[in-house]
Protein backbone atom coordinates (compact mmCIF):
# COMPACT_ATOMS: atom_id res chain seq x y z
CA UNK A 1 0.00 0.00 0.00
CA UNK A 2 0.70 3.78 -0.45
CA UNK A 3 -0.74 6.62 1.46
CA UNK A 4 -0.73 9.85 -0.24
CA UNK A 5 -1.32 13.03 1.40
CA UNK A 6 -1.31 16.63 -0.88
CA UNK A 7 -1.07 19.56 0.93
CA UNK A 8 -0.87 23.28 -0.14
CA UNK A 9 -4.32 24.38 -1.28
CA UNK A 10 -5.86 27.41 -0.98
CA UNK A 11 -7.60 30.72 -2.85
CA UNK A 12 -5.29 32.98 -5.00
CA UNK A 13 -6.06 35.55 -7.65
CA UNK A 14 -5.39 34.94 -11.27
CA UNK A 15 -2.15 35.17 -12.33
CA UNK A 16 -1.12 34.46 -8.77
CA UNK A 17 0.67 30.99 -7.70
CA UNK A 18 0.60 27.92 -5.58
CA UNK A 19 2.71 25.13 -4.97
CA UNK A 20 0.93 21.98 -3.96
CA UNK A 21 2.72 18.65 -1.87
CA UNK A 22 2.52 15.34 -2.51
CA UNK A 23 3.72 13.36 0.66
CA UNK A 24 3.96 9.75 -0.19
CA UNK A 25 4.47 7.12 2.44
CA UNK A 26 3.96 3.04 2.46
CA UNK A 27 5.54 0.59 0.03
CA UNK A 28 7.48 1.94 -2.77
CA UNK A 29 8.10 -0.23 -6.06
CA UNK A 30 9.83 -0.56 -8.99
CA UNK A 31 9.10 2.39 -11.78
CA UNK A 32 7.32 4.35 -9.14
CA UNK A 33 5.02 7.62 -10.67
CA UNK A 34 3.59 10.18 -9.54
CA UNK A 35 0.27 12.22 -11.11
CA UNK A 36 -1.66 15.20 -10.18
CA UNK A 37 -5.35 15.03 -11.61
CA UNK A 38 -7.92 17.91 -10.88
CA UNK A 39 -11.46 17.93 -10.70
CA UNK A 40 -13.85 20.53 -10.94
CA UNK A 41 -17.28 20.62 -10.20
CA UNK A 42 -19.50 19.22 -12.80
CA UNK A 43 -16.54 18.16 -15.14
CA UNK A 44 -14.76 14.91 -15.32
CA UNK A 45 -11.50 14.07 -13.22
CA UNK A 46 -8.34 15.35 -15.31
CA UNK A 47 -4.75 14.77 -15.93
CA UNK A 48 -2.50 17.68 -15.12
CA UNK A 49 1.17 16.41 -14.67
CA UNK A 50 3.27 13.50 -13.65
CA UNK A 51 6.80 12.34 -12.79
CA UNK A 52 8.86 9.48 -12.94
CA UNK A 53 10.57 9.01 -9.75
CA UNK A 54 13.59 7.23 -11.09
CA UNK A 55 15.08 10.12 -13.51
CA UNK A 56 12.86 12.43 -13.21
CA UNK A 57 11.12 12.11 -17.03
CA UNK A 58 7.86 14.22 -16.54
CA UNK A 59 4.63 14.76 -18.68
CA UNK A 60 2.42 17.42 -19.05
CA UNK A 61 -1.08 18.18 -20.13
CA UNK A 62 -1.46 20.73 -22.92
CA UNK A 63 -3.30 23.05 -20.56
CA UNK A 64 -0.56 23.75 -18.21
CA UNK A 65 2.08 23.24 -20.05
CA UNK A 66 4.51 26.41 -19.29
CA UNK A 67 2.73 27.15 -16.39
CA UNK A 68 2.91 24.09 -14.01
CA UNK A 69 6.26 22.33 -13.29
CA UNK A 70 6.02 18.56 -11.51
CA UNK A 71 9.25 17.91 -9.41
CA UNK A 72 10.33 15.40 -6.71
CA UNK A 73 12.50 15.28 -3.62
CA UNK A 74 13.52 11.63 -3.16
CA UNK A 75 14.82 12.13 0.33
CA UNK A 76 11.49 13.29 1.32
CA UNK A 77 9.33 11.02 -0.37
CA UNK A 78 7.67 14.18 -1.95
CA UNK A 79 6.61 15.39 -4.82
CA UNK A 80 5.16 18.74 -5.89
CA UNK A 81 3.19 20.79 -8.42
CA UNK A 82 4.92 24.13 -8.79
CA UNK A 83 1.35 26.45 -10.34
CA UNK A 84 2.65 29.69 -11.86
CA UNK A 85 -0.02 32.45 -13.65
CA UNK A 86 -3.07 30.41 -12.26
CA UNK A 87 -6.42 31.30 -14.24
CA UNK A 88 -9.66 30.79 -12.75
CA UNK A 89 -10.44 27.77 -15.21
CA UNK A 90 -7.74 26.36 -12.83
CA UNK A 91 -10.09 25.94 -10.04
CA UNK A 92 -10.75 22.10 -9.23
CA UNK A 93 -9.72 19.52 -6.24
CA UNK A 94 -6.21 18.69 -6.99
CA UNK A 95 -5.31 15.23 -6.47
CA UNK A 96 -2.05 13.18 -6.00
CA UNK A 97 -1.63 9.76 -7.26
CA UNK A 98 0.52 6.98 -7.35
CA UNK A 99 1.09 4.31 -10.70
CA UNK A 100 4.01 2.94 -12.69
CA UNK A 101 3.32 4.27 -15.98
CA UNK A 102 4.20 7.66 -17.06
CA UNK A 103 1.03 8.34 -18.77
CA UNK A 104 -2.29 10.79 -18.49
CA UNK A 105 -4.70 7.57 -18.14
CA UNK A 106 -5.98 7.69 -14.36
CA UNK A 107 -6.62 4.42 -15.02
CA UNK A 108 -3.30 3.31 -14.69
CA UNK A 109 -3.04 4.99 -11.23
CA UNK A 110 -3.58 2.66 -8.19
CA UNK A 111 -3.19 4.91 -5.33
CA UNK A 112 -4.86 8.52 -4.64
CA UNK A 113 -4.77 10.99 -2.29
CA UNK A 114 -7.59 12.86 -0.61
CA UNK A 115 -7.04 15.60 -2.83
CA UNK A 116 -6.34 19.48 -1.89
CA UNK A 117 -8.93 22.65 -3.18
CA UNK A 118 -7.40 25.23 -5.61
CA UNK A 119 -9.58 28.35 -6.04
CA UNK A 120 -8.35 31.13 -8.55
CA UNK A 121 -10.70 34.06 -8.26
CA UNK A 122 -10.64 36.66 -11.53
Known amino acids: QVQLVESGGGLVQAGGSLRLSCSASGRTFTNFVMGWFRQAPGKEREFVAA????????YYASSVKGRFTISRDNAKNTGYLQMNNLKPEDTAVYYC???????????????WGQGTQVTVSS
Open 51 to 58: IRWSGGNT
Open 97 to 111: AAGSSLTGSSRFYNY
